[in-house]
């Protein structure tokens, strides 16, 4: 048997052995690799996991049992998980092996808060059931608001938000709990929610709505559900639900979108507080709040807009994004480039044209980023002075 990490394996061919004997010796290893790591976490300074993020994997072995266990009451398993691996080193990306109930059957560690953190009686654990469609979890975000140029008005409303998160309790029933995020893509609104979280020091959920339409009817109004339960769980935090309009189309659309008319009824029945969330604030993003159902947009209590930059936040974003760049610039004119770029977002200026003309200089082995090189890919966006159509915008 060789110890890799966490994992033992054995060295010698088991084909031929009855299924209880390998799952003896499973077992027998897994005793063993505990051992050696409450060893290890003696040895140690590692402090207490307060969450721990496991996703269903599966049995070492493939046979008759073809069905996963599911969680039925997440406070029965987060005991029944506790009795079994207290005092365990958690560290994302190892395995634990359930050897009561379900013996030999694999999570893994997606993530644990804090990192390298120890097991015990009042740690937290959260299954994600379906990696496919399942929600995202970002307990902390590097994001900074110094990292979003322009956005001012945006910056002022966040301020209640950044209050709320902080003292939740002053609010009360005045509570900024559901805030919806519009304006064109790649103007911020994702960035904004993350340097929300950072600066407040919480913990962000984020979820694409378009993750919420699963292939079976309730699945999506589950997820929801459990989204809530989760974020409960670490409040004070923020749950972000970029794309909004995937799910909250105006119901006349509906008819079109399976099980969406019930993703959307679990998603005004949380939103709407039946059951009290204190301090999870419910951030929506969408680039056409026009087409929002009218009885989702009404849950909104703020609105939040986000402006295409203009010519003076255009300069301060190609300023910025240069000073980064692998190779060298050389004379360019960044108030030219500004005013060339009329009409398009942050993210576009980055992507359509610092790093087309980046990844250009590089593909011709060029020691240098040129004036020229910008402006062909300016050229390639055919830019004109009208603003870009939100057609041509992608999220």
Known sequence: MENKGNLYYFSTPI?????????????????????????????TDASAANVVILK????????????????????????????????YLARMGDYLFDHRMYPD??????????????????TSFIVADDARHGPTFEFTSTITF????????????????????????????????????????????????????NKTSVPILPMKATELIGEFVGEGARQIHQLYEHAQEMAPCIIFIDELDAIALDRRFQELRGDVSEIVNA??????????????????????????DPAVRNRFEEEIEFTLPDETERAAIIVSNLQTFPLPVKDVDTGKLARATDGLSGRDIVEKVLKTALHQAIMDE???????????????????????SVSRMYI
Request: aromatic letters at 8%; one cysteine or more.
């Open 15 to 43: 084909v031929n052995c009855q299924i209880n004997g390998v799952g003896t010796m499973v077992r027998s290893a897994q005793k063993v690799a505990l051992k050696k790591n409450k060893e290890h976490v003696a040895e």
């Open 56 to 87: 269903p994997i599966g049995y070492p072995l493939t046979g008759g049992l073809d069905e996963y266990p599911r969680v039925e009451d997440t406070g029965v398993f987060e005991c029944y998980a506790r009795q079994q691996w207290n005092g």
């Open 105 to 122: 059957f694999a999570y893994h560690i997606v993530d644990v808060e804090p990192a390298e953190s120890i097991i015990g009686q009042t």
């Open 146 to 197: 110094d990292d979003v140029i322009g956005q001012q008005m945006a910056r002022r409303k966040c301020k209640l938000i950044e209050r709320y998160l902080k003292e939740p309790e002053i609010f009360g029933q005045w509570a900024p709990t559901n805030v919806l995020f519009f304006g064109p893509a790649g103007t911020g609104k994702t960035m904004f929610a993350k340097a929300l979280a």
């Open 267 to 292: 998603l005004l029945t949380e939103m709407d507080g039946i059951v009290e969330h204190d301090g999870i604030c419910t951030i929506g993003a969408t680039n056409l709040p026009d087409t929002l």
């Open 366 to 388: 060029k020691d240098e980023v040129t004036e020229q090189y910008l402006n062909d890919s300016v050229a390639r966006m055919k830019i004109t002075n009208e603003p870009v």
